[in-house]
């Protein structure tokens, strides 16, 4: 695999897609329950002649995850959006219906609310789509003027969501795979990696192995939803993920030139975590990982490492055997899931972000109804999945989504012309519906650097084929809708990039700058303190390898964004291996009477500066001088080398800042 920034300068269109369509253990199974759920529905829709048969198929896609727990979360969800969407539509009714400068005024405030919710709400899934709903029902009046027809069809959407959304976890529940095996299964997967790395001399993608295990953290929390047992094993599971995350932290400065005994070792302590959390049974642990003798055969300078990467496996193994007396443990069940984030009322990006979504779904409302032009409708929809954070974040889903609408029109009108006027049941519908359905959530269950695309030709595949109960040989209504999400993308694109545009590399720099902070908060505490500031590195060098990834997309819009994005992204492999020798140095105690202040105060001052000068977007300070405390340490204390290797580190850092 190639080296992250290797692949963000220059990654070829073939080689990425390769990368992202590739089969991995469950995928298979998860396209396989995406395409029957969606032949069901389709026959269900068909059957009942249930309105709106293309939402229903596409509710699928939406509600599917990779494993119960998400599904399940996802389709509760929804079903509660849209009781209270239809409930307050109907109320909206009452006195908007006959009035329409009533109307707009309604419409704007649902979406900013849904908008500002999605953003400052842990609930904020739901209400957004609420408030998607709302506000799309609401523009259902300027095509059914009777009030009694639309009520009913409004009723109907309470349907239209729930029979997919059922329907998908039922099939979930029934076939879908637990969320427990499948952290269990990825968790072993980065092991054995880790192992083979140990083993051999090869390059390795550090960063995506990092954002892997980072994502098992919420994946396990998400599990104890479903099985009760695991909320007593909370925190031993914590600590695990927390001791795999810091291992694979540390790899960053695993050296060519380790002794080749001292790697073997190595290699096998992590192949003995694998077979402990692979085991039903509590597995004996040994201690240490390292014996005297290997210790004494590390060269100086790479002993200090060697022992925190031992230390690391050494805990790592501990915890794991502890998961197995979590019961007799007091109960460790995380705290209470607070309802705002932290800056929902003083961030001014949340309402900025909010505004700017509202004003691109009202232009695309009034534009599609000033040309009196219903059928480009599907604007408004765009306008509110579009919408993302940052410029890069948007553009890159306006990319996915327009090459996505693109591909599933094309799909659609293939079918419309020579497909659809040869069928003459239900039957031979639904299995048209299984193979493109089945094309399409392959794709969606890609990365996120693809897998909205796969949710795009399924949503415009859908709309050319499914918008009637007869076979369509009309491609009117596909040029229209196709048309709607062009132009919704062009009108989100304009408002985005002209009222307050966010720039993703503002967003990269500040991850940084808190990886910087958590840094020094590391270096402050031993190795056994909370796990709260090796975790917050972790996530935010996570958070900035997924923002270079879509700074590129900044390009097209704001030109002068490409030029100085290479920075980025040697701060950010700089401060991956000032994460892994924070680690090292917090692995050593000092001795008895001293603290780690002593001998890194410097140091932290410098983390300090450099976290500021990042989110400043300046250039890192200059290298402190190295401490006279490391003059009076033996040079052979892992003390001594730990501190030598920080403020190593640190010149490096200092030295390759633009």
Known sequence: MKPFTENLRRQPLLSFLRDELAPYQGRGATTL????????????????????????????FQASGAEMATTLVT???????????????????????????????????????????????TLGPITFLASFV????????????????????????????????????????????????????????????????LRENHPIDVGAWQAEAVELIALRQRASMLDSS???????????????????????????????????ALAEACARCGQALASPVAVPTRHPTLSAAMVASIPVGQRAFAMAMSDTLDRLAKTIADRWHAEAMPDATPGKRKLFVPDAFTNPEHVRFALKATLAVMMAYLTYTL?????????????????????????????????????????????????????????????????????????????????????????????????????????????DRVAGIILGNIIISLVFTSLW??????????????????IGHVIQNPIAAPTDARL?????????????????????????????????????????????????VSSVQPPSGATHDEGTGEALAWLDAAATRIEQGEPLPSAPRRHPALAHTSPESALHEARNLLQTEIEHAAANAV
């Not at 995406?34 to 026959?43: D, K, P, R, S």
């Not at 829709?45 to 509710?59: D, E, G, S, V």
């Not at 799309?136 to 029979?163: A, F, G, M, N």
């Open 33 to 60: 329950r995406i395409t029957v759920c969606c032949m069901v529905t389709v026959a269900i829709a068909m059957l009942f002649r249930i309105p709106l048969p293309t939402y229903m198929a596409y509710i699928v």
């Open 75 to 121: 389709a509760i969800g929804g079903i509660v959006a849209v009781t209270l969407a239809v409930g307050l539509t109907l109320l909206f009714y009452v006195f908007d219906a006959a009035e329409p400068a009533l109307r707009l005024p309604l419409m704007a405030a649902s979406a900013f609310l849904g908008m500002y919710s999605l953003r400052v709400l």
């Open 134 to 197: 709302l506000v799309l029902s609401q523009t259902l009046i300027d095509d059914i003027p009777s009030l009694e027809q639309l009520t009913r069809l409004v009723l109907w959407l309470w349907v239209i969501v729930t029979v997919p959304a059922v329907v998908t976890l039922l099939a979930n529940l029934a076939t879908g795979q637990s969320a427990t095996t499948l952290t269990r299964q990825k968790a072993l997967g980065l092991l054995d990696r880790a192992s083979a790395a």
């Open 230 to 264: 695991l909320r007593s094993r909370a925190a031993a599971d914590t600590r695990s993920l927390s001791g795999l995350i810091d291992l694979l932290t540390l790899m960053p400065l695993l050296s060519a030139d380790m002794p080749s005994g001292v790697r073997q």
């Open 371 to 479: 040309l009196d032009w219903p059928g480009i409708r599907t604007a408004v929809t765009t306008c509110f999945f579009v919408a993302m954070g940052s410029v890069g974040e948007t553009v890159h889903k306006l990319t996915l989504r327009i090459t996505g609408a693109v591909i599933g029109g094309l799909a659609a009108a293939f079918c419309i012309v020579f497909v659809l006027p040869s069928m003459t049941d239900i039957g031979q519908l639904c299995l048209v519906i299984g193979v493109f359905a089945a094309v399409f959530a392959w794709i969606s269950t890609s990365t996120d650097r693809l897998a909205y695309a796969g949710l795009q030709m399924a949503f415009a595949f859908f709309l050319g084929v499914l918008h009637d109960y007869a076979p369509s040989t009309e491609l009117v209504e596909l040029r």
């Open 501 to 518: 545009p966010s720039s993703t590399r503002d967003a990269i720099r500040s991850a940084l700058s808190r990886a910087m902070r958590a």
């Open 536 to 584: 917050q590195a972790a996530m935010s060098l996570v958070n900035a390898r997924r923002l270079l990834s879509l700074a590129i997309f900044e390009s097209p819009v704001l030109p002068a964004q490409l030029a100085a994005r290479e920075p980025e992204v040697a701060v950010l492999a700089n401060t991956r291996r000032l994460a892994a020798a924070a680690l090292v």
